[in-house]
Each structure stands twice: as structure tokens, then as C-alpha cells.
């Protein structure tokens, strides 16, 4: 169902930006196979995560820092 979806458009970033489309297919899969491992208690507490955060990005980028790195 996703590839569906994202195929469309996939073919025109990769040619635009070939090193941002790897960094951001590596962060779809590491999330996905976080999603997978999660318990249904722990996938619900994440659903309201990131229905919060989706809410007051500003927040959580004041009170929740995190370290940005280059991805490979």
C-alpha cells in the first residue's frame, strides 16, 4: 500500500537529490522496523505522541532536544 503511494514521486526526488532520498528511505525503514517490534500498548503511546507533537512541534523541540546528525 505505501510503495503504491509513494512510487509516484519517488523516481522524481531520487533524481533531484539522490543523497537526501537515501537518508530519508533509511528513517522510513528504522521506523518501521520500530513500529513492528512494539507492543500494542506501546503503539498506541506512540500514536498519541505523535498526534501531540503534530499539535506544538514548539514544545517538544524546547523540551525534548535532540541531537540532529548527518544521515548516512
Known amino acids: ?5 509513494v512510487k509516484k514521486d519517488y523516481d522524481i526526488v531520487f533524481k533531484n537529490n539522490e543523497v537526501l ?3 530519508v ?3 522510513i525503514n528504522a521506523i518501521t522496523e520500530k513500529l513492528c517490534k512494539a507492543s500494542v500498548d506501546d ?16 514544545w517538544f523541540f524546547e ?3 535532540t541531537e540532529f546528525k548527518d544521515l548516512k
Open 43 to 58: 503503539l498506541v503511546l506512540m500514536d498519541s505522541l505523535i498526534d501531540k507533537y503534530n499539535e506544538n512541534k514548539e
Open 63 to 65: 523540551n525534548l532536544p
Open 25 to 27: 528511505m533509511n528513517r
Open 1 to 5: 500500500m505505501l510503495d503504491d503511494y
Open 21 to 23: 532520498t537515501n537518508n
